[in-house]
């Protein structure tokens, strides 16, 4: 079984910055990707970042430019770098991930989630 559990939301302003942190625990091999989602009450969860271990990211147009994702193997570690922050960013940030161990194969996981909260 693999944890991961976010951190670094919180509250900022219009155009600021957050970065989000994704740290990974348990049996680990190897990452396949990680994603980043995000939910706002009465609303599905949406995607907003992609990166696979082959260096190719992917996003959601409504933050492309604006936020970055990245994964450090070495910390089992996905961050996600969130910049000009607006308020429909706000909502519930949860990391997705792909991760290889020998007994289980490849499995996708979720994290608890981290609350931004973006004010005008």
């Known amino acids: 079984q693999v944890q991961l559990v976010e951190s670094g939301g919180g509250l900022a302003q219009a155009g600021g910055s957050l970065r989000l942190s994704c740290v990974a625990s348990g049996n680990i091999f190897k990452w396949n990707l990680a994603e980043w989602y995000r939910q706002v009450p009465g609303k599905e969860r949406e995607f907003v970042a992609r990166?696979?271990?082959?260096?190719?990211?992917n996003y959601t147009d409504s933050v492309r430019g604006r936020f970055t994702i990245s994964l450090d193997s070495a910390k089992n570690t996905v961050y996600l770098q969130m910049n000009d922050l607006n308020p429909e960013d706000t909502g519930v940030y949860y990391c997705h991930a792909n991760i290889y161990y020998f007994s289980t194969g490849s499995v996708y996981y979720w994290g608890q989630g981290t609350q931004v909260t973006v004010s005008s």
């Open positions: 990166v696979e271990t082959i260096g190719r990211t």
